[in-house]
């Protein structure tokens, strides 16, 4: 198996150099809205084209060509940069990309301060977005551009986003995020930044008031998220960004201070790498568990038995366009559960075993049927989930243990009347003649 | 049993009960209930002590127990049959059953005790 899999991996990185990046395929639909210029955003769509995307370009208003045929998806991803489309074809409309994610596909949608179908399936997503019409403002640092239009500094040791990335330039609506586990923000909204009306700050009263109620109804704050992604339970991915400006060449070759390109160019790099499934994609590659000291794998388990289970674990690698075996999981956990995991261990990664983790454990004192479950969730990762079922069994009629020492009075008893019996019996045998003599004489007298 | 029969010696005697229980038991019992007696005295002795391990230190396992235990109680069962018929003082009870025959009864008994109690010993 390893070995097939060595002769495999030249083989299969030769040929996906053609293909995309991604781990789940190349064909993108974008979905412009006709007031956006593609011109307007050739960085962003051409650094795609150069990964190897195949980009297809589409009205929300068109018909063609079909995100699904037959029921079969057509498109890997699709990006929605309709911030301001408010009616969609029918295989479009908000809902029916919800169904997008069930089959797999990812979605990059682009919000405004409008109010906009999307708006509201924002808010399935467990995104609180402001009222209409409310962008994010920020009158820090002093700058020339308008309040709207924002610095932001990418975050540190962010395992989507790269390191030491230049301030991007935002300018759009912030999200509050829920209480969703499977929201990830990609990228916060500065302190000082707030939603507010555009224009004016003709708004200032009201927010100085919710200020001082505690912040209560105030959208204001670093924990505004900008860029929000989401990861369905199937592992789909869906980001949401504030503002679809930020992708634009305007922005990409904005300088934030002189001499200083902004990191928007890298940033939509990374999002769209994680959005795409370039990059934090993880799978299992098999599992396997078996009695410690043995290599063929277990049917069936008795009570406390010794098993070890093993899992091997690849990340997608984009630059070979295949996967790496990945040891750098230090959390993971297996529970051998039959309701309740009646074993949770530890399943750290083996060393010198690229890709391996390995725990070896009792089998608890119980039998039934056991499920060896390896559930790992975590922010931005690939969810991993495996279960194998196993039935674990009490001792065979012949498998309990024998001649125990505690049992040795017992058995020097049950030998010992054996012994005594048999040489009773020659004693018996042995005097019956001179009985019989003893017996004779006395009748005879 | 002897031990009634054993009063008219005692007064001879003439010292402890107990000592002239013993005296006359030793004088008036064959050599063939006398084996019989010593054997039973061992299986008691050796049911005591394995009742005694159990109580005291351990009943695991407890088939073992229950096989060394009951091959001594089966014993002294079967023996102590043995004895009541083979007893000369009890011929007018057993008329029909001969010595040889119990004999052959007893000791086909205790096989079959044997057997069991090997089989269930672990």
């Known amino acids: 198996m390893r070995f097939l899999r060595t002769l495999l991996f030249p083989l299969l990185a030769l040929t996906s150099f053609a293909l995309a990046r991604s781990s789940t395929g190349d064909s993108v639909l974008v979905l412009l809205d006709p007031s956006l210029k593609k011109e307007n955003y050739s960085i ?23 995100i699904i045929k037959d029921d079969v998806a057509q498109f890997a991803h699709v990006v929605v940069f309709a911030p301001e489309t408010k009616t969609f074809a029918a295989d479009v409309t908000p809902q029916s990309l919800v169904s997008l994610l069930s089959k797999n596909m990812n979605l990059l949608l682009a919000l405004s301060p409008k109010q906009t179908p999307l708006t509201s ?77 555009a224009d004016s700050d003709s708004g200032a009263d009201a927010l100085v008031e919710a200020a001082e109620k505690s912040g209560e109804g105030l959208w204001a704050g670093s924990s505004l998220s900008l860029v929000t992604g989401f990861q369905t339970l199937s592992n789909a991915r869906a980001t949401w960004v504030g503002g679809v400006e930020m992708f634009s060449d305007e922005y990409i070759n904005k300088e934030i201070s002189k001499g200083v390109k902004s990191g928007n160019r890298d940033f939509a790099r990374d999002v769209t790498a994680w959005t795409f499934q370039e990059s934090n994609v993880l799978r299992i590659d098999s599992v396997e568990h078996n009695l410690v000291n043995e290599t063929l794998p277990g049917e069936t388990y008795t009570i406390n038995d010794q098993v070890t289970f093993t899992a091997f674990i690849s990340k997608y690698d984009p630059e070979i366009g295949w996967w790496r075996a990945y040891s750098d999981i230090d959390d993971m956990q297996l529970e051998f559960t039959m309701l309740d995991p009646h074993i949770r261990t530890s399943l750290p990664p083996v060393e010198g075993e690229p890709g391996m983790y390995a725990v070896t454990f009792r089998v608890p004192d119980r039998h039934g049927v056991f499920k060896f479950n390896v559930d790992y969730k975590r922010k931005g990762w690939t969810y991993l989930t495996s279960t194998s079922m196993v039935p674990v069994v009490p001792p065979q009629h012949d498998g309990y243990p024998r001649f ?35 017996n004779k004489g006395a009748k005879a007298e | 049993m002897p031990a009634t029969k054993t009063a008219p010696p005692a007064k001879k005697a003439g010292s402890s009960p107990l000592l002239s229980l ?38 695991f396992p407890f088939n073992a127990f229950l096989a060394g235990f009951a091959s001594c109680v089966g014993q002294f069962v079967l023996t102590a049959s043995l004895r009541a018929q083979v007893n000369p ?21 205790s096989i079959v005790l044997h057997f069991f109690v090997y089989n269930f010993l672990g």
Request: hydrophobic share 45%; charged share 20%; net charge neutral.
């Open chain 2, 89 to 109: 003082a009890n011929r007018n009870e057993f008329k029909e059953v001969s010595p040889e025959r119990a004999f052959a009864d007893f000791a086909l008994g």
């Open chain 1, 404 to 438: 125990l020492s505690a049992a040795w009075p017992y058995y020097a008893g049950a030998f010992s009347t054996s012994a005594a019996f048999i040489l009773f019996v020659a004693l018996w045998l042995a005097g019956d003649d001179r009985e019989l003599k003893k």
């Open chain 1, 121 to 197: 399936l924002a808010s399935e997503f467990s995104l609180i977005l402001p009222p209409p019409g409310t962008p994010l403002i920020s009158h820090f640092p002093k700058r020339d551009t308008p309040a709207t239009l924002i610095p932001v500094q990418p975050p540190r040791a962010h395992h989507v986003i790269s390191d030491n990335l230049a301030p991007v330039w935002f300018s759009g609506v912030p999200q509050s995020l829920g209480h969703n586990p499977m929201l990830i923000p990609l990228l916060n909204a500065p302190p000082q930044a707030f939603a507010s009306d």
């Open chain 2, 22 to 59: 013993w005296k006359a038991y030793n004088e008036t019992t064959s050599t063939r209930l006398k084996t019989i007696d010593s054997f039973l005295v061992f299986l008691m002795l050796s049911g005591i002590v394995q009742f005694l391990y159990c109580i005291l230190i351990t009943n």
């Open chain 1, 44 to 66: 962003f769509f051409g650094d795609l084209e150069k990964k190897g995307y195949k980009l297809t370009f589409r009205s929300p208003k068109d018909t063609t060509p079909e």
